[in-house]
């Protein structure tokens, strides 16, 4: 065997084993009845489960619903984080202080952002409410309208960060001249922002969303730790969906089929958000 | 690059930056003080009306399961990041140096990515019929199904910025390829090892997902062991804090440490700055 | 008695040929340098000869022993990289140390010898640092003590010099001569650099687009070039060529009018001559009836010091760089009229192909 292959082998077979498989495995439970319940009555049933699972409002619901949270969440994150990107670079105080403290929480356990928030917005006992309602003003961060909406921006607590940090990388490896050029040439600041510093960091943010999308269609920890997908069913999100259907109901078959139909939206997008950044990148 | 020369400008810019300080921070200053209330006054919403005691810490670290809770999340981290360096670290140099990779190098980012809805019916019904539900064995199987993808790109970055004539340099030396790869590279990125290390090792502290549906009482994590605090709320509020305190601030130290490292690491080689 | 030999090497990455065909002998304890543009083949076929690159076609021998198959350790070569490739986490003694390490060889003894090599390089009071803490002609120093300490059969550089400042350049250059000299060690030197490769080779191997244009001794390269590309290669001020026309034997028809050769030249051929800077006189500075002159126009001084450069231009738009004496063009002006002198004996000439 050549060199080179002998360097991979560990990671091919071990990956073979935890994902490979598994991935078949999801792959042949999705055509076939498969009740944790009745595990004696275990057979084919062609593309029925897709069927019923596409059809199933319920999935739609969660589909939509995840789908609104990562625009959300990645949007503002995205926002965001290029702001306080630029404001740390430009404010040379406090800047290794508040650099650590921003990066802080996606580093903290999901669940554990998921419960404190709980109680911090829960309406009767939360801090939140509490010190609004002395200025009043009543909010229920967890009711029928507002529930998604505050999982996102519990969402955009946590990962803003990885936004900031990914920002402030590239902008720190911008090259100098082009600003020195800019002030020359009289440019105003947002000018310089929108037409130089935009562009030079248009790979980082390109790969930053990627990134961060992709994650936010996992979220499962703050609806596991809050809403339970309630009230009604406005916070389910389609990681949360699957693991009902599997692990509530132990219908495995179908949750296998939402599971491919998941990661055949996420490819979806995946291509279209290269695509489109390629024809961006070309037009130029 | 402008900068805030205006001083009304800055002062906003300042006030911005404050204002985000704070909303980081509110959540932890909250969750230590619910940490220190006395258990009768659990759950009111006001923060600093009480006087302190630690009956709180004292109760879930000599009274409850969490210490063995800690327990097993550190013995799965810490297995799962050493299978994951040891496999990781000798693919992630062969992604960095030999043609004919290019695509197997975002195989492993496209695996890093996979959601775990469509692996955890498989594992569970696996390790099911294995009889391995509540078992570390198979919260570190289903661990590495990420923490392997990203300890490997993580690393193809910190060999990229390797250069090739090093090992050049040892195999004319007279050492063969794999000898030049541990004598010579390895040590080289010894700073990249760590960080994927401790990436790693959050990673799978953190989760919730696989833990929740493949362990039970042997074997339950601290993040589940969070979770589990929920259902008790009001009189459990200040134990909860405590058990997140004990997740959270390791963690918290472990990720400064490497924060330097993280941006080559996530970008895995493939975002040039 | 060639002791290092390449025969009909030939390079290449799919479809695209990086190497034609490369015949090369040296002889022990010759100081070779491969000279060229970059992407001519010359580190290519240096890493091929370290076994570094796999050979696509034709062997390589070192000492009599066919080595086109081995790997780098087992060639018996030592080699020093353009960024020294020294390892970052050992320290100056260890890095020299390594290749003896290698071939286990007794810790004193490797001592010793690292001692010896530190001595002559003057690093003995640097063993224990680490290569981070060196500056650029330090690490250099270390390179080249890891490469002497093995006593291998050939030392090969790739452009050893390139990340140096100019005085230091000068100063390793020395030092490499020095060592060469004291070692007697066959050495293959690529660079792209003119000026170290005539001041340090024995023998100069210029190629161009994988193939060799010339291999000669550094005089035989600046005086005889064999082809229009190694005329035009070196020298600086690059040389001057007409284009012209054979008109009968040893005269040719240029845009500077009709002139006299010393070489075979067919009617009608198309040829190219070639003149340096340096053998183009102003007419003035004295008069040799042999010798063709030429009004021209100055078109730029830059002065040298005491010699300038002065480029002129030709009423047919030809143009010509001279090096005069400082003193004899003073006088002149952007625009002023001078006769300018050929040197017959100096001119080359090229078939245009």
Same mark, same amino acid.
């Given at each position: 065997?050549?060199?080179?292959?002998?360097?991979?082998?560990?990671?091919?077979?071990?990956?073979?084993?935890v994902?490979?498989?598994?991935?078949?495995?999801?792959g042949?439970?999705?055509?076939?009845?498969?009740?944790?319940?009745?595990?004696?009555?275990?057979?084919?049933?062609?593309?029925?489960?897709?069927?019923?699972i596409?059809?199933?409002p319920?999935?739609?619901n969660?589909?939509?619903?995840?789908?609104?949270?990562v625009?959300?969440?990645?949007?503002?994150?995205?926002?965001?984080?290029?702001?306080?990107?630029l404001?740390?670079?430009?404010?040379?105080?406090?800047?290794?202080?508040?650099?650590?403290?921003?990066?802080?929480?996606?580093?903290?356990?999901?669940?554990?952002?998921?419960?404190?928030?709980?109680?911090?917005l829960?309406?009767?006992?939360?801090? *939140?409410?509490?010190?609004?309602?002395?200025?009043?003003?009543?909010?229920?961060?967890?009711g029928?309208?507002?529930?998604?909406?505050?999982?996102?921006?519990?969402?955009?607590?946590?990962?803003?960060?990885?936004?900031?940090?990914?920002?402030?990388?590239?902008?720190?490896?911008?090259?100098?001249?082009?600003?020195?050029?800019?002030?020359?040439?009289?440019?105003?600041?947002?000018?310089?922002?929108?037409?130089?510093?935009?562009?030079?960091?248009?790979?980082?943010i390109?790969?930053?969303?990627?990134?961060?999308?992709?994650?936010?269609?996992?979220?499962?920890?703050?609806?596991?730790?809050?809403t339970?997908?309630?009230?009604?069913?406005?916070?389910?999100?389609?990681?949360?969906? *699957?693991?009902?259907?599997?692990?509530?109901f132990?219908?495995?078959?179908?949750?296998?089929?939402?599971?491919?139909?998941?990661?055949?939206?996420?490819?979806?997008?995946?291509?279209?958000?290269?695509?489109?950044?390629?024809?961006?990148?070309?037009?130029? | 690059?402008?900068?805030?020369?205006?001083?009304?400008?800055?002062?906003?810019?300042?006030?911005?930056?404050l204002?985000?300080?704070?909303?980081?921070?509110?959540?932890?200053?909250?969750?230590?003080?619910?940490?220190?209330?006395?258990?009768s006054?659990?759950?009111?919403?006001?923060?600093?009306?009480?006087?302190?005691?630690?009956?709180?810490?004292?109760?879930?670290?000599?009274?409850?399961?969490?210490?063995?809770?800690?327990?097993?999340?550190?013995?799965?981290?810490?297995?799962?990041?050493?299978?994951?360096?040891?496999?990781?670290?000798?693919?992630?140099?062969?992604?960095?140096?030999?043609?004919?990779?290019?695509?197997?190098?975002?195989?492993?980012?496209?695996?890093?990515?996979?959601?775990?809805?469509?692996?955890?019916?498989?594992?569970?019904?696996?390790?099911?019929?294995?009889?391995?539900?509540?078992?570390?064995?198979?919260?570190?199987?289903?661990?590495?199904?990420?923490?392997?993808? !990203?300890?490997?790109?993580?690393?193809?970055?910190?060999?990229?910025?390797?250069?090739r004539?090093?090992?050049?340099?040892a195999?004319?030396?007279?050492?063969?390829?794999?000898?030049?790869?541990?004598?010579?590279? =390895?040590?080289?990125?010894?700073?990249g090892?760590?960080?994927?290390?401790?990436?790693g090792? !959050?990673?799978?502290?953190?989760?919730?997902?696989?833990?929740? =549906? =493949?362990?039970?009482?042997?074997?339950?994590?601290?993040?589940?062991?969070?979770?589990?605090?929920?259902?008790?709320?009001? !009189?459990?509020?200040?134990?909860?804090?405590?058990?997140?305190?004990?997740?959270?601030?390791p963690?918290?130290?472990?990720?400064?440490?490497?924060?330097?490292?993280?941006?080559?690491?996530?970008?895995?080689?493939?975002?040039?700055? | 008695?060639?002791?290092?030999?390449?025969?009909?090497?030939?390079?290449?990455?799919?479809?695209?040929?990086?190497?034609?065909?490369?015949?090369?002998?040296?002889?022990?304890?010759?100081?070779?340098?491969?000279?060229?543009?970059?992407?001519?083949?010359?580190?290519t076929?240096?890493?091929?000869?370290?076994?570094l690159?796999?050979?696509?076609?034709?062997?390589?021998?070192?000492?009599?022993?066919?080595?086109?198959?081995?790997?780098?350790r087992?060639?018996?070569?030592?080699?020093?990289?353009?960024?020294?490739?020294?390892?970052?986490?050992?320290?100056?003694?260890?890095?020299?140390?390594?290749?003896?390490?290698?071939?286990?060889? %007794?810790?004193?003894?490797?001592?010793?010898?690292?001692?010896?090599?530190?001595?002559?390089l @003057?690093?003995?009071?640097?063993?224990?640092?680490?290569?981070?803490?060196? &500056?650029?002609?330090?690490?250099?120093?270390?390179?080249?003590?890891?490469?002497?300490?093995?006593?291998?059969?050939?030392?090969?550089?790739?452009?050893?010099? &390139?990340?140096?400042?100019?005085?230091?350049?000068?100063?390793?250059?020395?030092?490499?001569?020095?060592?060469? @000299?004291?070692?007697?060690?066959?050495?293959i030197?690529?660079?792209?650099?003119?000026?170290?490769?005539?001041?340090?080779?024995?023998?100069?191997?210029?190629?161009?687009?994988?193939l060799?244009?010339?291999?000669?001794? %550094?005089?035989?390269?600046?005086?005889?070039?064999?082809?229009?590309?190694?005329?035009?290669?070196?020298? &600086?001020?690059?040389? @001057?060529?007409?284009?012209?026309?054979?008109?009968?034997?040893?005269?040719?028809?240029?845009?500077?009018?009709?002139?006299?050769?010393?070489?075979a030249?067919?009617?009608?051929?198309?040829?190219?001559?070639?003149?340096?800077?340096?053998?183009?006189?102003?007419?003035?500075?004295?008069?040799?009836?042999?010798n063709?002159?030429?009004?021209?126009?100055?078109k730029?001084?830059?002065l040298?010091?005491?010699?300038?450069?002065?480029?002129?231009?030709?009423?047919?738009?030809?143009a010509?760089?001279?090096?005069?004496?400082?003193?004899?063009? &003073?006088?002149?002006?952007t625009?002023?009229?001078?006769?300018?002198?050929?040197?017959?004996?100096?001119?080359?000439?090229?078939?245009?192909?």
């Open positions: 065997m050549q060199l080179k292959y002998k360097f991979i082998l560990p990671l091919a077979l071990l990956l073979s084993a994902m490979l498989y598994p991935l078949a495995f999801s042949w439970l999705a055509f076939h009845e498969y009740r944790l319940t009745r595990l004696d009555d275990v057979h084919f049933v062609g593309f029925e489960n897709f069927v019923l596409a059809t199933d319920s999935f739609l969660a589909m939509g619903n995840t789908l609104i949270f625009l959300g969440a990645v949007s503002l994150e995205l926002v965001i984080g290029l702001s306080l990107a404001l740390l670079q430009k404010l040379n105080i406090l800047r290794n202080f508040s650099r650590s403290i921003l990066l802080a929480p996606m580093f903290v356990t999901p669940i554990a952002v998921g419960l404190m928030f709980r109680f911090l829960n309406a009767e006992l939360g801090v *939140i409410p509490h010190y609004l309602s002395k200025i009043g003003i009543t909010v229920d961060w967890f029928p309208d507002l529930a998604l909406f505050s999982l996102i921006l519990i969402d955009v607590w946590q990962w803003t960060p990885f936004m900031l940090l990914m920002f402030l990388a590239g902008l720190e490896a911008l090259p100098k001249t082009p600003y020195e050029a800019a002030r020359v040439d009289g440019a105003g600041p947002w000018l310089t922002f929108s037409r130089i510093t935009l562009p030079m960091l248009r790979s980082v390109v790969v930053a969303l990627i990134i961060r999308a992709l994650d936010a269609f996992k979220v499962f920890e703050y609806v596991f730790a809050i339970r997908g309630g009230p009604g069913n406005s916070t389910e999100t389609i990681m949360y969906y *699957i693991y009902q259907t599997g692990f509530r132990f219908r495995m078959g179908e949750a296998a089929a939402a599971a491919i139909m998941l990661i055949t939206v996420i490819l979806v997008l995946v291509v279209l958000l290269v695509k489109f950044s390629q024809a961006e990148e070309a037009r130029k | 690059m402008f900068s805030f020369r205006n001083p009304i400008s800055r002062a906003f810019a300042t006030l911005a930056l204002l985000a300080v704070f909303a980081v921070l509110f959540p932890f200053v909250w969750v230590f003080m619910e940490s220190i209330k006395p258990a006054l659990g759950g009111r919403p006001d923060l600093w009306v009480f006087s302190p005691t630690w009956e709180n810490w004292n109760e879930v670290t000599l009274n409850s399961d969490v210490p063995f809770n800690i327990l097993n999340s550190f013995a799965i981290a810490l297995v799962t990041v050493l299978i994951s360096l040891l496999c990781g670290a000798p693919a992630a140099y062969a992604f960095s140096r030999f043609r004919g990779f290019e695509s197997a190098r975002y195989s492993i980012l496209a695996a890093e990515m996979m959601p775990p809805a469509i692996l955890i019916l498989p594992f569970f019904l696996v390790l099911y019929h294995l009889k391995l539900i509540d078992s570390q064995i198979g919260v570190i199987a289903a661990h590495l199904t990420f923490v392997l993808p !990203v300890v490997t790109w993580f690393l193809i970055g910190f060999f990229d910025e390797v250069p004539d090093l090992e050049n340099q195999m004319i030396d007279g050492y063969t390829r794999f000898q030049a790869f541990y004598k010579v590279i =390895l040590p080289a990125v010894r700073p090892l760590g960080a994927a290390g401790v990436f090792f !959050v990673l799978s502290w953190n989760d919730l997902f696989y833990a929740l =549906l =493949l362990t039970g009482n042997e074997s339950r994590t601290l993040p589940v062991a969070i979770a589990g605090y929920w259902t008790f709320r009001g !009189v459990e509020l200040g134990k909860m804090a405590v058990a997140i305190l004990i997740a959270v601030i963690v918290l130290a472990l990720s400064h440490s490497i924060q330097k490292h993280l941006i080559r690491g996530i970008g895995g080689g493939a975002v040039k700055y | 008695m060639s002791y290092v030999r390449l025969e009909k090497l030939r390079k290449s990455f799919g479809s695209l040929d990086i190497l034609h065909g490369i015949d090369l002998e040296i002889a022990r304890s010759e100081f070779l340098v491969l000279l060229g543009p970059s992407g001519c083949g010359k580190s076929s240096l890493r091929m000869l370290a076994g690159e796999t050979v696509s076609s034709g062997r390589i021998f070192i000492d009599g022993r066919d080595v086109t198959g081995l790997e780098p087992e060639r018996d070569i030592a080699m020093v990289f353009q960024n020294y490739a020294l390892y970052p986490t050992m320290t100056v003694g260890q890095n020299i140390g390594f290749g003896l390490k290698a071939k286990k060889m %007794p810790a004193d003894q490797i001592k010793k010898k690292v001692d010896e090599a530190a001595k002559l @003057n690093l003995s009071h640097l063993l224990d640092r680490k290569p981070g803490a060196l &500056s650029g002609g330090q690490q250099q120093r270390v390179a080249i003590g890891r490469a002497i300490v093995r006593q291998p059969k050939v030392f090969l550089f790739d452009e050893p010099l &390139s990340n140096l400042d100019a005085k230091l350049r000068v100063e390793m250059r020395a030092e490499i001569l020095r060592l060469h @000299n004291e070692l007697q060690a066959t050495t030197y690529v660079t792209h650099d003119q000026e170290e490769a005539m001041t340090m080779a024995d023998r100069i191997v210029v190629m161009k687009d994988g060799i244009e010339q291999v000669g001794t %550094p005089e035989d390269i600046y005086f005889r070039p064999a082809t229009r590309m190694v005329a035009g290669f070196i020298g &600086s001020p690059a040389m @001057n060529f007409i284009a012209g026309t054979g008109a009968g034997p040893c005269r040719i028809d240029s845009a500077l009018g009709a002139l006299k050769v010393d070489a030249v067919r009617e009608g051929q198309a040829v190219e001559i070639g003149i340096r800077p340096d053998n183009v006189t102003l007419a003035q500075s004295g008069y040799d009836g042999d063709p002159v030429v009004p021209m126009t100055v730029l001084v830059e040298l010091g005491p010699r300038a450069i002065v480029s002129l231009e030709h009423a047919s738009g030809q010509i760089t001279a090096v005069v004496p400082y003193a004899d063009i &003073s006088s002149f002006r625009g002023s009229q001078v006769d300018i002198m050929l040197a017959v004996e100096a001119m080359h000439v090229f078939p245009v192909s």
